[in-house]
């Protein structure tokens, strides 16, 4: 199964090579007008074990982001450009994290004693919950980057293990640092396709 498509000017491609498996991805893009600019949200869920984790983050996560986003801009209005960025750095990485905890609270909430339960109480409790326990489950990893060309700023989460990889036509990038945060100088064009590749899976 292969499909492609163009989303607010990005362009995406998916497919599942092995016959018969359902593909477990998703691919979320997504246009924001804020504060007089346009903000572009890309984000990657690379799921397995099934993609209730991955289409559940699809789901719910931009939409957080976006929310907390239109708080924080104009709270950074008149602060530098690198204290912008450091905000938003941490406004991604404590969405993700609060996603991750509320996947493992709610069956934690359902069965705070595991133990304590028979083989048919858990079948009970799990086939009236199935959901909530699927998302538990399976699992994805996630690459998420925000984009604001209009004043040439590019943001991300700040995990610890992680990568970028970047694909660019007449475009400069200054100064990736060894605690991988950007310095202040990053242009982009219109060519520009940017990645970040989370390796942890929560």
Known sequence: MCSSNITAGIHSVTFQPTPGSTNEDRFVVEEWFIEGRTWKF????????????????????????????????????????????????ELLFWRIYFLDREIGDAVQNLCPGPSLLDDEE???????????????????TLAVALLDKE?????????????IVMLATFAQFLGLTERGE?????????????????????
């Open 151 to 163: 004043q040439d700023n590019f943001t991300h989460t700040p995990q610890e293990y992680c990568s």
């Open 122 to 140: 858990a079948q009970v409790l799990v086939d009236a919950n199935k959901d909530i326990f699927l998302r538990a489950f399976s699992g994805t």
């Open 42 to 89: 890309l984000a990657v869920f690379d799921g397995h074990g099934g993609d209730y984790t991955a289409e559940y983050g699809a789901a719910s996560l931009p939409e957080r982001i976006e929310k907390e986003l239109r708080k924080v801009l104009p709270e950074c209005q008149n602060r530098s450009r690198k204290a912008l960025i450091r905000r938003i750095n």
């Open 182 to 202: 950007w310095d202040e100088k990053l242009y982009f064009d219109d060519t520009t396709i940017l990645v970040y590749d989370l390796t942890s899976t929560p």
